[in-house]
């Protein structure tokens, strides 16, 4: 059974920073990755990575948020710093395995303040 357990939300002044953690379970993953859905908008891509450490950002994120992995405890981190009030979201962690299944987590607030 694949779970996903996120850690790492939280309450930030602007231009702070915050770091998220993904540990997955039950399965090996190819793509490991950060969504986040803010009141009243679609769920959007924040970043993803393969197994082999590409990576992919939102233009809106670039620069400011860094997504790693360690293979070896399929865990998926995103560093966030210099926050902005728009970057207030529950953020959601998704993984796909190997043989194409997606899951997610159960999402953790970022709330960031002005």
């Known amino acids: 059974q694949v779970q996903l357990v996120e850690s790492g939300g939280g309450l930030v002044q602007a231009g702070g920073s915050l770091r998220l953690s993904c540990a997955a379970s039950g399965s090996s993953f190819s793509i490991m990755g950060w969504y986040r859905q803010a009141p009243g908008k679609q769920r959007e891509l924040v970043a993803i990575i393969t197994r082999g450490g590409s990576t992919n950002y939102a233009d809106s994120v670039k620069g400011r948020f860094t997504i790693s992995r360690v293979n070896s405890k399929n865990t998926v981190y995103l560093q966030m710093n210099s926050l902005k009030p728009e970057d207030t979201a529950v953020y959601y962690c998704?993984?796909?395995?190997?043989?194409?299944?997606?899951?997610w987590g159960q999402g953790t607030q970022v709330t960031v303040s002005s």
């Open positions: 998704n993984a796909k395995t190997l043989f194409g299944g997606a899951y």
